[in-house]
Every structure is written in structure tokens, then in C-alpha cells.
């Protein structure tokens, strides 16, 4: 089983040294190309290697670890999905520049944090996704966890929980398994509409919240 990740920045590096820790050989892709991935692939050894977003996609299992802007496009230059597993691990936020008056911007509370939401019409996003990734099998997963614990998934004496949803069980089962590999409890919440808001940070009711499974 192959996998490659997309996006090389807090989070994408974060699930990739977990994926070296726990021996499971993954791509991983940025922007700017494998060459510009050199220092992190030698830091994490042997089982990650860099490559470019278009070899990433082709893997079995495609982790999506980008902002959300860039997503329509990504997603429309995909090799088709033939049933290939997506996680979702994006929020549909977008980043301001702290020189600009946004920065500044009284109505938006993630101001303070450099980020703003961006209006995708009250829908759930990975549904959106889904729409975009059309023929994959997307499971949400990651978006409400900060970066910072993902390799370390033990804590109280007990596992961290890692919320999943998706619309096909058997994708699920399979995610299921590889995050219980990194070391979490994996807790299926449903369907991407009904369930994936849930998730999404910073608004969703579970972002932010350590659960631990004792
Ligand atoms: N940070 C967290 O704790 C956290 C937790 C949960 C979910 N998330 C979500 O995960 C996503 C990534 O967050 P982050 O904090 O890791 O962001 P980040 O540190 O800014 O990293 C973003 C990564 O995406 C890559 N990227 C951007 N546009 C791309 C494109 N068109 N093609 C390929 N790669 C592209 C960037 O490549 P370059 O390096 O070449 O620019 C960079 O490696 C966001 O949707 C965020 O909401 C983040």
C-alpha cells in the first residue's frame, strides 16, 4: 500500500515523522518540488521519500495536508481516483498578511492567530472535497488536532483521539487502521456531512478538545 502526502508544512511533516516513526514508508510532496524537501526527508530517514504532487496523488492512500486555497486546482490536475482513498486533513481557512488592515479585523476572532475563514456557504468542507476529488473515497481525518501532538499520541496514561468520518466504511476501516499504527484511538463520528463539521477547526464543537481514550 502506497501513500503520499500533500503538503510538507506543520501538519504534513508532523503525520510523515509519525509515518517514519512507526516504520510506514509514505511520498511527500510540496509546492516548490522534492528538491526543496532534501533536509526534512534526511532528518526523517529511509521510509519518507520526496517527490513531486503528481507522482503523491498516484498513491493508494492520498493525505491532503494543504491550505485550503489551492485545493480546486490541485484537485482538478488529480489523476482519476478509481476508488483511491483521500484523507482530508484541510480547514477552509485562508492566511492574512499582519501588514494588512485584515490583520486587524475586530469581527474576525482568528485574527490574533493569522488566519480567517473563507464562506463556502454554510457546506460541510470535505463534502466539498469530495465533490472536487470526485471518485475517491475521502475520510476526514486530522483537521481538529493541533500539529504539535501528532507524534505524540500517548498522554494521561492513555491514547489520544483522532476523530474520523467519511461516507464508505470500508475506506474508514482502512484509515482506522493506519492511525491506530501512529498510535491513536480512532473514534468514527459518521458521514462527511453530518459529522465532519464536527471536526473542523477552529469552529467545529470537537477542534481543539484532547480527548484521550483511558
Ligand atoms: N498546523 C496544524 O496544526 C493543522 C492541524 C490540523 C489541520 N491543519 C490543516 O492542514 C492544512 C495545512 O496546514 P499547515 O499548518 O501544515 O500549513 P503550512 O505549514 O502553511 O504548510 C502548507 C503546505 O502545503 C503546501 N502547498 C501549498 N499549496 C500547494 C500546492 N498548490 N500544491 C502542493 N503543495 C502545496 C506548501 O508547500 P510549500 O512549502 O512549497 O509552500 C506547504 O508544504 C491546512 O488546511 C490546515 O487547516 C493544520
Redesign the pocket.
Known sequence: MSIGI???????SAIAAAFAKNDIPAMI????GPE?LADLTRALGANISAAP?SEAFKADIVVL????M?LK??LAAAPAWDGRILID???A?DYIDPNSPEAKDPTNPLAQYGVKPIDIGGRASSAIVAELASGAKVVKA??H????VIQDPEASGGKRVLFISGDDQAAKDEVRKLLERIGFFIRDLGSLKAAGPLQD?PFGQLAAVNFVAV
Do not use: C, D, H, K
Not at 145 to 148: E, I, L, R, T
Open positions: 500533500i503538503g510538507a508544512g506543520r501538519l504534513g510532496a510540496n509546492s516548490r526543496t504532487v495536508a494543504t491550505p485550503w489551492p486546482e490541485m486533513a484541510t480547514n481557512l486530522f483537521n488536532v493541533n500539529s504539535a477547526f
